[in-house]
């Protein structure tokens, strides 16, 4: 799992590429931690490389959405495949999530 984060107008993006699964998700948490430290921004999480979600990755997805909404910002989801999404929909993270 490959995780880049970087500011572009105004906004914190994180684009994530491979499969978030169970064993990768610890080190992609370590490495989005700088996105729940976002005052007032919003943040777009893109995965357009991204392969799979876990529970796990989706945990550290619920996590930064609460961290930034409480800061003022808005968590977008931009570029999930059609596997991703089915897995965002049958856990009703559909609802919660905006996306791009």
Do not use: W
Not at 36 to 49: F, S
């Amino acid at each position: 799992m490959k995780t880049t984060i970087q500011e572009q107008d105004g906004k914190m993006v994180a684009i994530l590429a491979g499969s978030l699964d169970t064993a990768a998700a610890p080190e992609t948490e370590k490495a989005m931690s700088p996105l729940n430290d976002v005052e007032g921004k919003d943040v777009i999480i893109d995965c357009t490389e991204m392969e799979y979600i876990s529970s796990a990755g989706l945990r550290i997805f619920l996590g930064i959405l609460q961290n930034v909404e409480e800061k003022g910002g808005h968590v977008y989801i931009k570029g999930i495949n059609e596997n991703v999404r089915t897995i965002f929909t049958i856990t009703g993270f559909s609802n919660i999530f905006k996306f791009m």
